[in-house]
């Protein structure tokens, strides 16, 4: 297959290992796996053979946190852990060396308070972590905890997302929450195992596909602007319930409206 015109800026986000992955040849992805980390070495030399350039591996692990497995190597792509829980944080502090590399971060839910004392706990002792704070349900409460820590404690401490990538790009005219979390229309594109291309997460699971292959893709493809439900903003200007007014507008777009609604 030859290089797909991919429009500006978009990053394939595929599955691994999948048909779709075998077929890509000189993108950008992000490769999603449910494999232990035991898989990271494979991925890196098939993405060596397909001149790929990952820009992250994204693990889905049923695995706490003190039982990963992990073969990091010398040099690799960043690998986001996306986990249930942290586990005995006795173990945890064990692993610390391997977990503290800039190149790791652990993202749990932000449905369970526990949760967010964890990434609290990861970040003061210098791993890089993350809420997902991109989707409902959450604990808001333990969420706004985290936030104050995350954003006005003088403590050093490693990244804690999305609230670094919040400080880091709040002058832009908006902010995408989804973006640390690949549900960003305006960044990424999302493959089936198949290889037919969604523009969302959520678009994907519920097979709401753009094209049928990474090679129809062109610069004309729609973007997050072009589709109304997936910008998640649209229907909050066409009709006032109001979102547009609400003062966390630039960084929510109206994300949370429906859990409010509910
Ligand atoms: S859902 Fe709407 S009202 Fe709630 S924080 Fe987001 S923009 Fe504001």
Known sequence: MGRPMLPEARTLVCPFPSTAFCELRDVSVVVRTT????????????ARRQSLNVEAVWMHSSDSVS??????????????????????????????????????????????????VAVQILASLGVNAAIGLHSGPVDWDACTDLAYYAFYSRTRKAAIEPFTFMAKNYRRKCVDIGEP??????????????GKVALTPAHLSR????????????????????????????????????CSVCQGWRLCGGRFAGERAG
Request: hydrophobic share 35%; aromatic share 4%.
């Open 35 to 46: 494999e232990s980390g035991d898989f990271l070495p494979s991925i890196a030399s098939a």
């Open 181 to 194: 979390f690949l549900d960003s229309p305006r960044r990424y594109l999302h493959l089936s195992p198949e």
């Open 207 to 242: 097979g709401g596909f753009l094209s049928e292959t990474v090679g129809s893709i062109s610069e004309s493809t729609p973007t997050g602007e072009d589709v109304g439900d997936a910008s998640h903003s649209l229907a909050h200007l066409l009709e006032f319930d109001g």
């Open 67 to 116: 039982d990963l497995t992990l073969s990091l190597g010398e040099d690799g792509p960043p690998v986001v852990i996306e986990t249930t829980r942290l586990g005995p944080v006795a173990e945890v502090l064990t692993r610390l060396d391997e977990l503290r590399t800039a190149r790791v971060n652990i993202l749990v839910s932000p449905a369970i308070r526990e949760n967010c």
